[in-house]
């Protein structure tokens, strides 16, 4: 008989294929959310983010608050298990790239209508105009 997680935050590691639980497999569904543009997937075209659509061109000041609207909406859309308490502007360079913080509640049974808080987390994420689009890695608040 195969054994049950107590963990609800299942899933594959999307590179080695190996079970992925908890936190990381948060930090990996919102790294494919990001990365995905709307209609680019057959059967479920309106999953993603304008994360994509942003990418490609030198991020300004001006690009900054529509950057936060494309992470915050997607995130509120797609990962119940994660809610943005606050984003920090870390850096923005001349060459249009971008580094912010997002500070949040990782709520791991969301997905069953439990929005208890388990913690606080923060991941560091990269913008840059040359094809690398998100890059997350989670860091404790």
């Known amino acids: 008989m195969a054994r049950r997680s107590p963990n609800p935050s299942v899933g594959?590691?999307?590179?080695?294929?190996?079970?992925?639980?908890?936190?990381?497999?948060?930090?990996?569904?919102?790294?494919?959310?990001f990365t995905t543009r709307f209609g680019s997937r057959v059967m479920r075209e309106w999953y993603g983010s304008f994360v994509p659509h942003l990418m490609g061109r030198t991020i300004s000041p001006n690009e900054v608050t529509p950057f936060f609207a494309a992470v915050t909406s997607a995130i509120e859309q797609f990962e119940p298990r994660y809610r943005v308490t606050r984003i920090q502007v870390v850096e923005v360079t001349r060459a249009g790239a971008l580094h912010v913080f997002?500070?949040?509640?990782?709520?791991?049974?969301?997905?069953?209508?439990?929005?208890?808080?388990?913690?606080?987390?923060?991941?560091?994420?990269y913008a840059n105009p040359d094809g690398v689009l998100i890059e997350t890695r989670e860091a404790l608040a």
């Open 102 to 125: 997002l500070e949040g509640e990782y709520r791991p049974r969301a997905m069953f209508g439990d929005y208890t808080v388990e913690g606080a987390r923060r991941i560091d994420a």
């Open 12 to 33: 594959l590691n999307a590179t080695t294929g190996r079970i992925l639980e908890g936190w990381p497999h948060v930090v990996q569904s919102l790294q494919d959310i």
